[in-house]
């Protein structure tokens, strides 16, 4: 592409640019304006809230104040009805200016009605039927409610009445007071709201009645909750409001897109405001006029700014293409257009130089190329030379090499003999070594056995001896049991003629009649005493029978033992002598395994000798194959460098050739003074 269409693509795309800024300017300044309409609408109508909640808080204030100056007076006995009607007007003159139209007080004893206005009741007229009356007496003592506006029947102002329970010291609900108070002044103030100047404000009741609105036929007379004659989407927004909600929507009525803006008030009554959103629209559409004027101005600025660019270039540009071609064709006489001052002119002037210098390394190349061919072709001479003697070189090397694998090849096998005899004698050498040192264990063990042998036997005729001694000791026990039972048979005699006598003594106390009465208590206790002492003899001769029978046993019990020892001291005589016998053989095969290790390590020791001198020999041998292999290396990369030399060097001189046919192509003047000082500075490089 040329730098002409190069140009023009800039400015259509700068064009696109531009546009597409003014697009998305105008895309995002709606969407701005949308958050701005947003952000504003919501302050706006909380703002008027706020307000609606300061009145009814004023309403709420003159209600408490009245109230409080009615109560008093109810509860007074000097107050007639027609003082108290009297005392409504003044408070109703002294309150005009807050927007109060009436005050009336209703008995709860009878039903009674005195006004400000001094308004006389119909007859049958009972102020306790009134909704009014009824919702303030059902809240909370000292709550105010509120009813929803309604046009006054006589003036047809709209009034909201506010409604209180008087209640006596005691609590007893004495009146109820219900103060009408004007709204024109708060419908204006609603109907006022507006947004950036535009649109109206609007108050609905908790039940979707309009209470304020621009239109004086909607204001008190339609709900916006239940009409059929507004939309869905005004149905929605009284639900929203009604909900107490605060926030905006868009809906459609009557063909025109509107936004709503509500937030809530008090006493279940919500404010919205109706904006038209083609304002935003009309704003928007202002705004990218002015944005479309601002992009063509800029546009046609650019485009005059690139057309006298594009002039300006093509002539410097035409005559860079006529030198250009020139040099392509390989004319390097020709010279640029360097006159002027812009970017251009320092171009040509900068590519003139580049010329001259060409021109002058042309000429010494044409020169070296001619130096070059001469010296290449003496080179490759000598190379086929060396490359000759390289190869018988390598010849001889490579015979050399073939012995010396042969005997590193024999020398590794014997090598590797030698070794395997000396692991066999480190191997037999150390297996003697564990058999001697086993065998001394083995005849350690057997003299502990021995040892161990001797002390059972030792130990055996200890007990042996011990049961000989028990066995005395328990034939002693059973001789000292048999004397027992003697005196314990004698006892039981003495027992029994103790008991005799005592019978005896009794049967002559009671001869004696009063006399012997304490000589037959002590004869009674002495035959008590008798029979105790043969109970206890009974039971000692009893013991004793048991215990003979457990003597019995035991003797018979040591006896076996006695017996059971001797066998086994017998036993243990003669497998000591066993024993004795096998540790004398131990020791003299001990011996014979000793003598064998010493004769195995002295073989393993000579074995190793002999593997540590082949090792030697067998490094030696592959040294010197590595040593021929690296001489016939070196010889095999002489011979390469040699014929890379060779090759080289035809290149070279066909380089040199070929180089000087290149710059024979060129038409050039090497008189130029320039060109030849640029020659000579190149050379004379060279040569230093």
């Not at 251009?344 to 070059?372: F, Y």
């Not at 040593?627 to 011979?639: L, N, P, W, Y």
Request: with cysteine; charged share 25%.
């Amino acid at each position: 592409m040329t730098i002409r269409g190069k140009l023009t693509v800039m400015g259509a795309v700068v064009l696109v640019l531009i546009l597409t800024m003014a697009g998305f300017t105008y895309v995002r300044a709606e969407s701005i304006m949308n958050e701005f309409l947003n952000e504003a609408g919501i302050e706006v109508v909380v703002g008027a809230a706020e307000a609606v909640k300061r009145d009814f808080s004023r309403m709420i204030s003159i209600t408490n104040v009245a109230g409080g100056a009615l109560r008093q007076a109810v509860t007074e006995e000097d107050f007639s009805d027609d003082d108290l009607e009297d005392f409504l007007v003044e408070l109703q003159e002294g309150m005009a200016k807050e927007g109060v139209m009436q005050l009336l007080l209703g008995y709860e004893s009878d039903g009674r009605v005195r006004t400000s206005t001094r308004w006389k009741t119909p007859e049958g007229y009972d102020v306790r039927t009134r909704p009014w009356y009824q919702e303030a007496a059902k809240v909370a003592k000292g709550q105010i409610i509120l009813t929803e506006p309604y046009p006054d029947l006589e003036t047809q102002i709209p009034v909201i009445t506010t409604g209180l329970a008087l209640h006596g010291d005691g609590g007893k609900h004495l009146a109820g007071l219900a103060i009408d108070m004007k709204l024109d002044d708060f419908q204006e103030f609603i109907v006022s709201q507006k947004i950036f100047g535009q649109g109206s404000g609007v108050m609905v009741a908790k039940s979707g009645l309009v209470a304020a609105h621009a239109n004086k036929d909607f204001a008190l007379k339609t709900n916006l909750l239940t009409s059929s004659e507004y939309p869905e989407g005004l149905h929605a927004l009284a639900r929203h409001m009604i909900n107490g909600e605060t926030g905006f929507m868009d809906y459609d009525f009557q063909g025109e897109t509107r936004r709503v803006f509500y937030a809530p008030a008090s006493y279940g009554f919500s404010i919205c405001i109706f904006f038209p959103v083609s304002v935003i629209s009309g704003m928007v559409r202002g705004l990218t006029g002015v944005l479309l004027l601002i992009t063509v101005v800029v546009v046609l600025i650019a485009g005059a700014l690139i057309i006298a660019i594009v002039r300006s270039l093509a002539r410097t540009m035409w005559n860079m293409n006529r030198v250009m071609a020139d040099l392509s064709s390989g004319n390097l006489s020709v010279r640029f257009d360097d006159r002027g001052r812009d970017e251009l002119a320092h171009i040509s002037g900068a590519l003139n130089e580049m010329l001259d210098s060409i021109v002058g390394i042309l000429s010494g190349i044409r020169n070296e190329s001619d130096n070059t061919s001469r010296q290449a072709e003496t080179l490759a001479a000598l190379s086929e030379e060396t490359l000759a003697s390289m190869e018988e070189v390598g010849n001889s090397v490579e015979s050399m090499r073939h012995l010396f694998d042969t005997a590193a090849a024999a020398t590794a096998e014997t090598n590797a003999s030698i070794s395997e005899i000396a692991t066999s004698a480190q191997s037999s050498a150390r297996s003697s070594s564990d058999g001697a040192e086993q065998a001394t264990h083995v005849s350690d063990a057997s003299v502990a056995a021995v040892n161990e042998v001797g002390l059972v036997l030792s130990e055996l005729k200890e007990a042996l001896e011990k049961s000989e001694q028990g066995l005395a000791r328990i034939r002693g026990l059973e001789r000292a049991v048999e004397s027992i039972s003697g005196f314990v048979g004698a006892i039981t005699s003495i027992a029994d003629q103790t008991n005799l006598l005592a019978l005896n003594a009794a049967i002559e106390a009671a001869r004696a009649g009063e006399a012997g009465r304490g000589f037959a208590v002590v004869a009674e206790e002495v035959r008590k005493l008798a029979e105790d002492s043969a109970q206890a003899a009974s039971e000692v001769n009893k013991l004793i029978g048991e215990l003979q029978g457990h003597s019995q046993s035991s003797v018979k019990a040591s006896e076996e033992t006695e017996e059971l020892l001797t066998r086994t001291a017998t036993r243990a005589e003669g497998t000591q002598q066993k024993l004795q016998g096998m540790l004398t053989a131990i020791e003299r095969l001990s011996q014979a395994i000793q003598n064998i290790a010493a004769v195995s390590q002295e073989q393993a020791a000579a074995t190793t000798e002999m593997e540590t001198a082949m090792e030697n020999v067998t490094k030696a041998s592959e040294e010197m194959v590595s040593s021929t292999a690296v001489i016939e290396t070196s010889t095999e990369e002489t011979t390469r460098a040699a014929e890379s030399i060779a090759t080289e060097a035809q290149e070279m001189a066909e380089t040199a050739h070929t180089l000087r046919g290149l710059v024979e192509r060129f038409t050039f003047d090497d008189s130029s003074g320039k060109a030849l000082a640029k020659h000579e500075t190149v050379t004379k490089g060279r040569k230093k």
